[in-house]
Nanobody, 123 residues
Framework: QVQLVESGGGLVQSGDSLRLSCAAS????????MGWFRQAPGKEREFVAA????????YYADSVKGRFTISRDNAKNTVYLQMDSLKPEDTAVYYC????????????????WGQGTQVTVSS
């Protein structure tokens, strides 16, 4: 079992920045990927970004490329999502996810999920 705890959400204005954190605990493996997804009201959950265990590979949705940066600190089993130049359309609940294996943008390929943290961007 792997437990994920997100933090860092909040209410900001358009153009502001936020950093989300996700701490993993429990039984982790050498090869795993951590990712971020988001879900806005009335919409399906969508992929945001992912990073492999060694940080050698990162993946981003086109909608956030150039504005969001995913990183990780393996010593702390923590992954971060730095979100810059936020837009109202970034408003959503952001979920941290964990999968055994290499990177993926498919939510059904992730094995564990956090409880989510709300990000609201006002115009």
């Amino acid at each position: 079992q792997v437990q994920l705890v997100e933090s860092g959400g909040g209410l900001v204005q358009s153009g502001d920045s936020l950093r989300l954190s996700c701490a993993a605990s429990g039984r982790t493996f050498r090869t795993y990927t951590m990712g971020w997804f988001r879900q806005a009201p009335g919409k399906e959950r969508e992929f945001v970004a992912a990073i492999t265990r060694n940080g050698g590979s990162t993946y981003y949705a086109d909608s956030v490329k150039g504005r969001f940066t995913i990183s990780r600190d393996n010593a702390k089993n923590t992954v971060y999502l730095q979100m810059d130049s936020l837009k109202p359309e970034d408003t959503a609940v952001y979920y941290c996810a964990y999968r055994y294996g290499l990177g993926s943008s498919m939510s059904n390929e992730y094995d564990y999920w956090g409880q989510g943290t709300q990000v609201t961007v006002s115009s």
